[in-house]
């Protein structure tokens, strides 16, 4: 199981970005997936999961309405659409799935078992 992120950059506040996460070695249509990040001297937090076996889509509240998961079968790859960047969203992010959880809630609240390397995304003010 591979897990490749990119996508990452600096952005000025209220800007967008998407991140990318491209996945090998196994098929996203029955695992959950999901982004996840970390902020300098903060832990890890959920920010998206999706089930990729009926799409359905897990956002915390703290994160609804701005970023949007979503995922192309033909590239095996999901993607993250990040909109109205906040300097608040500087982080480390990591494309993380588990393949044997398939709930897109369950995998945003546990720690996944696979993990992509990162990319950073830094947004100024």
């Known amino acids: 199981v591979q897990l490749q992120a990119s996508g990452g950059g600096l952005v000025q506040a209220g800007g967008s970005l998407r991140l990318s996460c491209a996945a090998s070695?196994?098929?996203?249509?029955?695992?959950?997936i999901g982004w996840f990040r970390q902020a300098p001297g903060k832990e890890r937090e959920a920010v998206a999961c999706?089930?990729?076996?009926?799409?359905?889509?897990y956002y915390p509240d703290f994160m609804r309405d701005r970023f949007t998961i979503s995922r192309d079968k033909t590239k095996n790859t999901i993607y993250l659409q990040m909109d109205n960047l906040r300097p608040e969203d500087t982080a480390v992010y990591y494309c993380?799935?588990?393949?044997?959880?398939?709930?897109?809630?369950?995998?945003?609240?546990?720690?996944?078992?696979?993990w992509g390397q990162g990319t950073l995304v830094t947004v100024s003010s």
């Open positions: 999706l089930s990729t076996n009926n799409d359905i889509t």
């Open positions: 070695g196994f098929t996203l249509n029955r695992p959950a």
């Open positions: 993380a799935t588990d393949l044997g959880r398939f709930s897109s809630y369950d995998l945003c609240h546990s720690r996944p078992t696979e």
